[in-house]
């Protein structure tokens, strides 16, 4: 099978250049929030995730011929892959978890942009920082509170 890769036009180049630089934003607020507080993946991680996999699924959508969504699955399972080694595990505690799971959920968001899905990758970025940002609130430790049996 041949496959080629299509000529953009100035204003279809414009808008995948858009693209990326919307996938880094989205990336660095998650990051910023995780930098925050600590966490040793930060802006620069999660910029370079949720970027890379817009630009991995734009170039995959660029190619006559192709089938993005392979793309798709290699970037879900590269990230994962990624994730694991943030993962550690000390006796009875695990740490990284977290950072794993919102790295691989934020490639989603890049991969979302890519197909030009704003909507749907704005959305899943305020979910990610909510998820992060809210077990910092009082209320929401009140809320989630391990309560022990008599």
Not at 2 to 17: P, Q, R
Not at 114 to 121: D, E, K
Request: proline share 1%; with cysteine.
């Amino acid at each position: 099978m041949i496959m080629m890769i299509n000529n953009l036009d100035f204003h279809e180049n414009i808008e995948i250049v858009l693209r990326v630089l919307i996938a880094f934003l989205l990336g660095a607020i998650i990051g910023w929030e995780r930098e925050r507080h600590g966490v040793s993946a930060g802006i620069r991680t999660y910029g370079a995730i949720c970027l890379g996999a817009c630009a991995f699924g734009v170039v995959s959508l660029s190619i006559t011929g192709a089938d993005p969504s392979r793309v798709a699955a290699q970037v879900a399972t590269g990230v994962g892959f990624l994730g694991g080694g943030v993962i550690f595990r000390q006796e009875k505690y695990i740490n990284g978890l977290t950072t794993a799971a919102t790295l691989w959920a934020t490639a989603g968001v890049g991969l979302a942009i890519a197909c030009g899905m704003y909507t749907v990758s704005i959305l899943t970025s305020i979910l990610i920082f909510l998820l992060l940002y809210l077990p910092r609130l009082s209320w929401w430790k009140k809320l989630s509170a391990k309560r022990k049996l008599d």
